[in-house]
């Protein structure tokens, strides 16, 4: 089956600054790798997501690329402010094949006023 | 349109005993599908289903059914619980196809004793 694997595990970083996270997939089935965003006590919220007939996607500060051949996936947020702080997951799953999704173990991101 | 709703919000349950955890949806989904949460990890698959009367296994399957009667409702039963059934759960739905994001309901946090 899939295992997806996602670093770093907790990320610090100033205001202002931009934020990477990585994850890697093992399944080359893999066709969907959405990102979410858990805050403490409330559900995974979907922030972005990206399919894999497209290399980049952007919204606003956040942003994903994706690397078919080499299997993985980052996640990039620039200008940080702290209400980004929370944990992120990313995923895998196949389109079309029920939606299960595997996820990647969180990154804690802290952003530092 | 209240999207897709656990019940309940907490529970404590003593090893041995059973429960159902609810879920239901109002959004017309055909794909559902319930995760474990446990701390400092990603989501784990339970089980899901792709439509009415069709169930399978994810990662994490056992001491624990499913059925799918209607495409709105999608309970999780605990048969016999135990301690390591302590988490947090999650059931989500989406769209099959090209309609992909999967929505979370609020959790149930669970803990055996």
Redesign the interface.
Known sequence: ?EN?E?HPSTLSVQEGDSAVIKCTYSDSASN?F?WYKQELG?????II?IRSNVGEKKDQRIAVTLNKTAKHFSLHITETQPEDSAVY?C?A?I??A?????????TRLMVKP | NAGVTQTPKFQVLKTGQSMTLQCAQDMNHEYMSWYRQDPGMGLRLIHYSVGAGITDQGEVPNGYNVSRSTTEDFPLRLLSAAPSQTSVYFCASSYGGAGTEAFFGQGTRLTVV
């Open positions: 089956g997806v996602q969907y959405p409330k559900r995974p919220q979907l997501d997951f995923a799953s389109l079309n029920g939606n299960m999704l595997t996820f990647g173990g969180g």
